[in-house]
């Protein structure tokens, strides 16, 4: 028991004796002095866990560590360069042709990553990435900005400086839900390469679209037009089952209403505009109308062109047998005369 007591005391003293030459200290006027603007000041850690002056002895030994309770102040002259932290080289810590590599610097109160002259509150010379665990917004150096969040899909390429000075939103399809603006305006594009807008409805030179899906106010310009009617065509002009009207019919609605029947009248397209399927099904629906009269007239004009043909050929039989009468009376005279 006595033995145990003696030793306790000597573990004890030997722990702090250890944990005391763990870290080596000196005064302020031991410290390196450096003469010149290519003065070098440092510290590191030798294999016999002494200071070395030198800013990075051995890369394989310890790192340098710096705290202090209340607080670091580090200081620099921002006219001379302000506080830099680099990557060293070797022999020379600063030397960029032996690995030396400024990382950050603190100038004026900007700070720069990868460069000595911020113009920013925050200037990065080359990539950048925040991220959170699978989460990320990158920036990869040539105006490509990436967003992902892993909750909602795979992300990709958000914003691109694309040829030709252009801004590109959703490069290559990276976000396959497509791109949306707003709340309705949604832009997407399908495997075939067609680009389409949906949801919502859509303006051209004007805010109202009146409750239609696409407005434009303004002129338009197409090699092709197709509207697809849902309604029923007016084929039904030419069933059996079919009364057309009368040709008196439609021309006392003309005298009175001053447009053809079924047909907008001139103060309603003032007031509502022309729906363009609705009118072509209309014109359809007239034009068959009109073929429908035109041949009933072709028919009246071959019936009486036979009725015409067989009087024609009555009056001529009987002016030929009046013909032959007179001529046999001719003959009579002549037989009396002699």
């Excluded at 506080?83 to 610097?105: E, H, L």
């Excluded at 700070?111 to 990065?124: F, K, N, Q, S």
């Amino acid at each position: 028991m006595k033995k145990y007591l003696l030793i306790a005391p000597l573990l004890l003293l030997f722990k702090v004796s250890i944990a005391q030459s763990f870290f080596s200290t000196q005064t302020y006027a031991n410290a390196p002095q450096g003469v010149g603007a290519n003065s070098i000041f440092g510290w590191g850690e030798n294999f016999d866990r002494t200071i070395d002056v030198r800013p990075n002895p051995h890369p394989w030994m310890g790192t340098m560590m710096i705290n202090y309770h209340t607080g670091l102040t580090l200081s620099a002259h921002s006219v001379y360069g302000g506080i830099r932290f680099y990557n060293q080289g070797y022999p020379n810590p600063y030397d960029s042709s032996t690995g030396a590599k400024m990382v950050m610097s603190i100038t004026n109160g900007k700070v720069g990553i990868g460069t000595t002259d911020p113009d920013y509150a925050l200037t990065v010379n080359g990539n950048f990435k925040v991220t959170n665990e699978n989460n990320f917004l990158f920036y990869n150096g040539f105006a490509d900005i990436y967003f992902k969040y892993s909750g909602r899909g795979s992300g990709g390429r958000a914003m691109v400086h694309g040829d030709g000075n252009m801004l590109v939103l959703n490069f290559g399809g990276d976000f396959t839900g497509g791109t949306r603006l707003g709340t309705n305006a949604y832009f997407t594009e399908d495997n075939n390469g067609t680009s389409y807008v949906y949801s919502g409805k859509f303006g051209i030179g004007t805010a109202d679209t009146k409750g239609y899906k696409l407005a434009v106010n303004g002129s338009a310009i197409a090699t092709s037009v197709t509207v697809k009617n849902f309604d029923q065509w007016p084929d039904y002009v030419f069933k059996p089952s079919y009364k057309l009207p009368s040709l008196s019919s439609i021309s006392t609605y003309i005298s009175q209403n001053r447009h053809l029947p079924d047909m907008p009248s001139e103060s309603e397209v003032k007031a509502k505009g022309i729906d363009l399927g609705e009118m072509v099904k209309l014109q359809t629906k007239k034009i068959e109308e009109l073929t429908l009269y035109l041949i009933e007239k072709d028919k009246e004009v071959k019936a009486q062109q036979v009725q015409i043909e067989k009087l024609q050929r009555q009056i001529n039989q009987n002016q030929q047998s009046q013909i032959n009468e007179l001529r046999k009376q001719l003959l009579l005279l002549k037989s009396k005369v002699k």
